[in-house]
Structure formats: C-alpha cells, structure tokens
C-alpha cells in the first residue's frame, strides 16, 4: 500500500486537523487597567468580554479601594503605587465603589466573549504540513495516471 495513497491522505489530513484542533489555537485573556487617578476611577464605565482581567492601580496619595456593591470583591486598601486584578469570568453589570469614598462608583459590563483563537507555531506548520501532503498525494495521483496513458 502507497504511503500516499487515498485512504492513507485522507487519514492523515484527519489526524493532522485533530492535532492542529487539540493543540492549536490559544486565546488569550486581555488586561484592561482602571486608573485611580484622584477621587474618581478612570475609565467609570467599562465594557469588557468575560475572560478578562480588570487591574485597578492607585495613582492617588490617598489610599483606596476597589469594592464590589453586591460583595463579589474587596480589594482592600490600596496605598498610593498599589494595584489590585481581578478576572472576571461571568457576564452581567458590576457596579463598584471606594469603601473610603463612597461617592467614588464605576461601573462594568461584562459580556459573552466571542474572541477567535490565534494559531499557535505548531498549528500554524501543522496545517502547512497538512497542505504540503495533500498537494504532494494529488501530485503523485496524476503523475501516476499520466504514466499509466502512456
């Protein structure tokens, strides 16, 4: 039986895709950074996919906090310099204060993500594997018909 035979192509096409899908693609979760850059947080509204981290940093001489109004996080207090991350892996409104100072409030919506995997090196010669083989496998399909008209 050829190496590059019909069936043989077929079945490594199919193993290939099922290494490239396996191991391919990774998505990466983004950092959105909120500045505390007085007696405010900065963005105040904030629209973010799920999967992605929030880091709140104090850039403020009075310390702070970052504080969840239905009691989901505290960062507890936060020294000029200091930053807080959370990630926030569900969907919905997040609204959000300074404990120290409660007319400081903000806002996030996360929504669903619908980010679409980049490929990674493997993926990427995996596939170009992939095409190589078929071409070559055709190749060698019509050299053999030609050869067999002669």
Known sequence: ?????????FLLSILLTAMVMFYGGQVSADTVDVSIPG?????????INSGTTVRWTNNHSLPHTTTSDNGIWDSGSLSPGQSYARTFDSTGEFPYHCSFHPSMTASISVAASHAVPSLSPFAFLSLWLIIILLAWGTYRRRASILNKKE
Do not use: D, G
């Open 1 to 9: 039986m050829a190496l590059f035979s019909k069936r043989n192509t």
């Open 39 to 47: 007696l405010n947080f900065s963005p105040a509204s904030l629209t």
